[in-house]
């Protein structure tokens, strides 16, 4: 079983930069493609980007392209979330998963989630 570790959240000023890192061990990640989701309290865990194995293809939701990038390192077992303009909307706790399904975008094709890393950008 792969465990999954994000890092890199904090508090940050609208339009500034943050870089997360979620990083793999028990397994390698190097076969599958990965995502992030992110969730506020009382809602549900969205969708934000993925990256298929190889890093040639990389998929986003429509509020954060442009803005956010994936990249991934195989050899260091490791996928990335850069994250540049930031929005107060953007405010949420941060997770990465393996995807195991098909579709790139819904959660239930998802699995090994973080615990998360918390993301708060002011006015």
């Known amino acids: 079983q792969v465990h999954l570790v994000e890092s890199g959240g904090g508090l940050v000023q609208a339009g500034g930069s943050l870089r997360l890192s979620c990083a793999a061990s028990?397994?390698?990640?190097?076969?599958?493609?990965m995502g992030w989701f992110r969730q506020v309290p009382g809602k549900e865990r969205d969708f934000v980007a993925a990256?298929?194995?190889?890093?040639?293809?990389?998929y986003y939701s429509d509020s954060v392209k442009g803005r956010f990038t994936i990249s991934r390192d195989n050899a260091k077992n490791t996928v990335y979330l850069q994250m540049n303009s930031l929005k107060p909307e953007d405010t949420a706790v941060y997770y990465c998963?393996?995807?195991?399904?098909?579709?790139?975008?819904?959660?239930?094709?998802?699995?090994?989630w973080g615990q998360g890393t918390q993301v708060t950008v002011s006015s």
């Open positions: 998963a393996r995807r195991i399904g098909t579709l790139w975008r819904s959660r239930d094709e998802y699995d090994s």
């Open positions: 028990g397994r390698s990640i190097s076969s599958y493609a």
């Open positions: 990256i298929t194995w190889n890093g040639v293809n990389r």
